[in-house]
């Protein structure tokens, strides 16, 4: 089965979010103008990630992926047992690593933002905050990459092509029902 999954926005927004970060993480010095800009950009972009998760179609919204702590010990299981169940839009799991995402990223703005104000400047808890919620975030991209990677080939979905086409194609027989 081929189904239409992830809308341009989504699909714009996730590559778009994935590139600004690693910018600002590998690339931009932290005290230029270019990583505040690029700090500024992925700002912007959560807020519009987070009206189209409130507003936009089906797979993008919230109500289609919310945290389930119990769903996503059951696809834990899945993985333990080798049972191959697929789900159209994001997986119990996926939609942790989300909404974790989501948030350790707008800390790192709030973070960056308010070293930059007059209220938060030099100040030390500002900045450690800013840097253990990069690394966390750092961490979360590598583990969100690896679980992408095992559940395409556990799965037999080719992940991160549908989310450049925004089409899953999914074996009949392993698709959950939603």
């Known amino acids: 089965m081929k189904a239409k999954v992830w809308d341009p926005f989504v699909r714009v927004f996730h590559w778009t979010l994935a590139a600004g970060f690693a910018a600002n993480a590998l690339v931009t010095n932290p005290e230029k103008d270019l990583h505040h800009l690029i700090g500024y950009g992925i700002a912007a972009l959560l807020g ?3 009206l189209w998760g409130l507003m936009g179609p089906r797979y993008a919204r919230f109500s289609s992926f919310p945290p389930d702590p119990a769903a996503a010990m059951g696809q834990m299981a899945d993985v333990v047992t080798g049972r191959r169940r697929v789900h159209l839009g994001h997986t119990p799991l996926g939609a942790l690593m989300i909404y974790n995402l989501l948030l350790t990223l ?9 070293m930059t104000t007059l209220a938060f400047w ?31 080939r556990r799965t037999g979905v080719n992940l991160p092509r549908a989310m450049v086409t925004g089409y899953k194609e999914v074996p009949d027989e392993a698709l959950t029902a939603e």
């Open 106 to 114: 707008l800390v790192v703005v709030g973070s960056g933002h308010a």
């Open 122 to 152: 030099g100040i030390r808890w500002v900045k450690e905050l800013h840097e253990v919620a990069v690394t966390w975030a750092e961490i979360s991209v590598a583990v969100h990459v690896v679980a992408v990677i095992w559940e395409s």
């Open 48 to 50: 519009l990630r987070v």
